[in-house]
């Protein structure tokens, strides 16, 4: 059997299926651009599981020559994850349908594991014509407009209907309970790490160095996508009241999105853009985590994000809202400080705290380490998803 592979070139390649009694999983999610969080999770699962009797791929609907997409292709290489393309024109492009249904059949896909609205629906479909064993994991239902409130509406109606449901944070678990999802069926497995891909391999005054920023202002950063659930806006009006205060600071945000004129034009009003930076997308973040003096997650809606993971992997103190799955990673005065969303005040008094206190800032710093190596790393949890696997095909 032979399985037509994206290389990161673009170019497809044959390749050997292994034998057809190896469980093969296939992760599916629809993505525009360079995707987030949720494909760090997807990218880096595959070379957990070779050794454990599973052969993974991943499939990607997305638009037709969407640049972005070759950003995923380098990631996936990077990664060691078999990724396959299949070009989605829209809702009504039925030719999706018909391209999973041939990789089904030509991969001898045993789970489907979803990952969102629409590749939750094609599961159940697809099941009708191969038969699939059915995962998902919710990754969280944070932005909120007209199509993304359809969108959670439809994966919430498919949830019931999947036999595992595993859920990144205890708040999102309830949430899926609510719509239907037998308790048994319905799993807690948080994000997590991959510890060795995030150390940190230069110190803060090299890093500073390396960006070009001066050795002694204190610097704020952030990462996320521009859009109103992450709060940025408070962020940046924190950022100006620290600086009203006399801290010499600056502040920095790494992503795109839909706020970026509205957050460029605060910036302006503000009079700060000699100290506060949109950054726009970069693809390696790694230098810039490094050289932060605090991280400030400052979302009014999340799951349990990924770059909170990545900040305290990197060994950055860390300043987040106390929203869904962050307290479950946070514990306040120890290996973070938590604050209300929407406070700003509370922001700004936090972020001052730790950039004030050196002792505070290097106590943070070991504890938050501490915890992702204890706690949230992936080869712990891809051990959790591999069980789930087994129990689902009976190899227990």
């Not at 990607?60 to 990631?75: I, N, T």
């Not at 940046?236 to 460029?264: K, N, Y």
Request: aromatic share 6%; charged share 25%.
């Amino acid at each position: 059997m032979e399985a037509m592979l994206v290389k990161p070139s673009g170019q497809a390649v044959k390749r050997r299926s292994r034998c057809q009694d190896q469980p093969v999983v296939l992760h599916t999610r629809v993505v525009t651009g360079s995707g987030g969080g949720p494909d760090k999770t997807i990218l880096h699962s595959p070379r957990f599981v070779v050794n454990a009797g599973y052969r993974m791929l991943c499939a990607y609907m997305h638009p037709p020559g969407d640049a972005g997409f070759e950003e995923l292709r380098r990631k996936a290489e990077l990664w060691q994850a078999p990724l396959l393309s299949v070009p989605d024109r829209g809702p009504w492009d039925y030719r999706v349908i018909t391209q999973f249904l041939e990789i089904c059949r030509r991969e001898r896909v045993t789970i489907w594991h979803g990952h969102d609205y629409k590749s939750n629906a094609l599961g159940l479909l697809l099941r009708m014509f191969w038969p699939l064993r059915l995962v998902t994991t919710v990754h969280g239902w944070g932005v909120q407009t007209g199509r993304a409130t359809l969108y959670y509406k439809i994966e919430r109606l498919c949830l019931p209907y999947f036999e595992r449901v595993i859920c990144v944070s205890n708040d999102l678990r309830e949430q899926c309970l609510a719509c239907g999802v037998p308790e048994d069926r319905c799993l807690l497995v948080q994000n997590a790490i991959d510890t060795q891909e995030y150390s940190r391999t230069l110190d803060i005054s090299q890093a500073k160095q390396a960006l070009q920023i001066p050795s002694n202002r204190l610097l704020i950063g952030a990462v996320g996508r521009l859009s109103a659930e992450k709060g940025f806006d408070l962020l940046i009006r924190s950022t100006d009241r620290l600086l009203q205060r006399g801290l010499d600071a600056g502040l920095v945000i790494v992503g795109e999105g839909p706020e970026r004129p509205a957050l460029e034009k605060l910036i302006a009003e503000l009079d700060r853009a000699d100290r506060i930076c949109l950054l726009g997308y970069r693809s390696d973040i790694r230098g810039i985590y490094e050289a932060m003096d605090v991280y400030a997650l400052s979302s009014i809606r999340e799951g349990l994000p990924n770059v909170l993971l990545e900040a305290m992997a990197l060994e950055v103190p860390v300043v987040a809202t106390r929203v869904a799955g962050v307290p479950q990673l946070v514990d306040d005065e120890e290996n973070g400080l938590l604050i209300d969303g929407e406070s700003v005040e509370q922001l700004t008094n936090a972020l001052a705290r730790i950039l004030q206190d050196d002792d505070l800032r290097e106590k943070l710093r070991r504890a938050g380490r501490g915890t992702i190596e204890a706690r949230f790393s992936f080869e712990q949890r891809m051990q959790k998803i591999r069980t789930i696997y087994d129990e689902l095909l009976g190899q227990l």
